[in-house]
Nanobody
């Protein structure tokens, strides 16, 4: 029901920054929990951050706390992931998602809509 398109990935040096965008369209996505996930080569897809659409609540995995910021712009129907102080271990394909997940107990199966992914590569 919700269509999501990520953009903003690229190649950066360690310590650099990127801002990922997720443009949303469809039905009733404003009531969903939104999230960012990432998948490195040979690894499982993992949770990065979640946010309620209105942007009043956020939740982050420990490895990105203090470095990444998730946000929404309701007027633009867009979610963002500002990534600062990037590390090589942040290298992955990043996906945005929407679903019925609670903000703090994140399960992949609760996210029914996914974007196509955008590559983030951090060099040392």
């Amino acid at each position: 029901q919700v269509q999501l398109v990520e953009s903003g990935g690229g190649l950066v040096q360690a310590g650099g920054s990127l801002r990922l965008s997720c443009a949303a369209s469809g039905h009733t996505f404003s009531s969903y929990t939104m999230g960012w996930f990432r998948q490195a080569p040979g690894k499982q897809r993992e949770f990065v951050a979640t946010i309620n659409w209105i942007g009043s609540r956020t939740y982050y995995t420990d490895s990105v706390k203090g470095r990444f910021t998730i946000s929404t712009d309701n007027a633009k129907n867009t979610m963002y992931l500002q990534m600062n102080s990037l590390k090589p271990e942040d290298t992955a394909v990043y996906y945005c998602a929407a679903g019925s997940s609670t903000l703090y107990n994140v399960n992949l199966s609760d996210f029914g809509s996914w974007g196509q992914g955008t590559q983030v590569t951090v060099s040392s």
